[in-house]
């Protein structure tokens, strides 16, 4: 029994470690603490000297069905950016009132929601899953969003209608899925967005666009399904506009630098 109880003991404490540096955090930051290999059954118990007062905490390798609201409100006040990187986390359930940035990293997450309650105070959302398959109607709830991204996930069809409240996000990435669809409703405007990411999936075409981001400035189509129609007509809406376009897969006068095919 003794034996067992040191195991145990000794296991908690590796987890409750403090590493001051992180690969992944947005910018140098010497607040950063990154706290591994953490699991459900202990997270809940960690006290807040833990955190060493850093405003940056990376989890890394962390093991968990679910995140959710409950352990949210583990974090200090003070705690304003968090990642999970590498480990597995089936499942995130966001509810949070300080997190300012949230970043998910190759965590096998399979699913991610919301709750219901408007939230000003999230900046930042990136999300990076090749489980992950939808975003979730929940997410109109971030309405303080200024950036979000959905990359490298195995998301299909996006409605645009889910950010129409986001009225200061500028910069959407939904760049390196499998997109062959997203639903723009008819008299929908995102007039926030300057930056849009749709590079590496498999567009054909996109109804009212660029018309549905009348301020957006740049723009990454690469690597797509296009229909040459379609690139042609949007390629004059485009240079109207003065929209940079990033990105040349094909050399021709005609596409703009995109490959497309015929409409069938």
Not at 145 to 166: A, P
Request: charged content about 20%.
């Amino acid at each position: 029994m003794l034996i067992i109880v040191i195991f145990l003991f000794g296991t908690i404490t590796l987890s409750q470690e403090c590493q001051p540096e992180s690969r992944w955090s947005y910018q140098y930051d010497p607040m950063t603490c990154v706290l591994e290999n953490l699991a459900q059954g202990n997270f809940t118990d960690l006290d807040e000297e833990v955190f060493h007062n850093a405003s940056y905490i990376e989890l890394a390798n962390a093991t968990f069905s679910q995140f959710g609201s409950h352990h949210f409100a583990v974090l200090p006040d003070y705690v304003t950016r968090l990642t999970f990187s590498y480990g597995k986390i089936t499942e995130i359930y966001f509810l949070s009132e300080t997190l300012v940035a949230l970043k998910v990293f190759n965590v096998q997450l399979e699913r991610f929601f919301v709750a219901e309650r408007e939230n000003q105070v999230l900046r930042r959302l990136d999300v990076s899953s090749r489980l992950l398959a939808e975003i979730p109607s929940s997410i109109a709830f971030l309405v303080g969003l200024k950036s979000l991204t959905f990359s490298g996930c195995n998301l299909t069809t996006v409605r645009l209608e889910l950010f129409k409240n986001m009225e200061n996000l500028t910069d959407l990435n939904l760049s390196d899925n499998h997109i062959s669809s997203i639903e723009v409703d008819p008299k929908l405007f995102l007039s926030s967005v300057r930056t849009l990411s749709l590079e590496e999936n498999r567009l054909q075409e996109i109804a009212r666009f660029p018309e549905a981001f009348p301020e957006l400035r740049t723009l990454s189509l690469y690597e797509n399904n296009w229909f040459c129609d379609w690139v042609t007509a949007v390629r004059k809406q485009i240079f109207r506009a003065m929209i940079v376009v990033y990105g040349s897969e094909c050399q021709s006068s005609d596409n703009g630098g995109l490959c497309c095919n015929k409409r069938p």
